[in-house]
């Protein structure tokens, strides 16, 4: 995709809260793949350490967004000896086009990755138009 073009989905840019946030630890910003096809986008976002239990997906007002909770912290028996992976939660928003049919999107969660499927709404769906003889 150029930069010219107009994009159907893009990231949200980071804005100044309103308010705060009373959550406790570390939020990430999951890495994503979006791709296109004839007929939808497709969102991979990488979110290691939740589940479909953990994940909430909404959608609303033209803002899909993505939060998942990560696994809680090792029980006291457990001493950490090295950790490169923090605790806290995923956190990542888009600004949806209204060429999106909010209707029909839909998400499953496999091996640590979300998959988002947004359908195109008809109207800017790719058509064949058929040719008769006159």
Known sequence: MTTNETREIEAREKEVLATEDSRTGLVFRP?????EQSDSFVIHADMPGASEETVDVQLEK???TLHARLAEAPSQQT???YAEYGDGSYYREF???EDIDVAAVTARMKDGVLELRLPKSAAKRPRKIS???A
Do not use: M, N
């Open 131 to 133: 040719v008769h003889a």
């Open 62 to 64: 033209g803002i899909l």
């Open 95 to 97: 600004r949806l086009s």
């Open 79 to 81: 001493r950490t000896l």
């Open 31 to 35: 890495d994503v793949d979006i791709l």
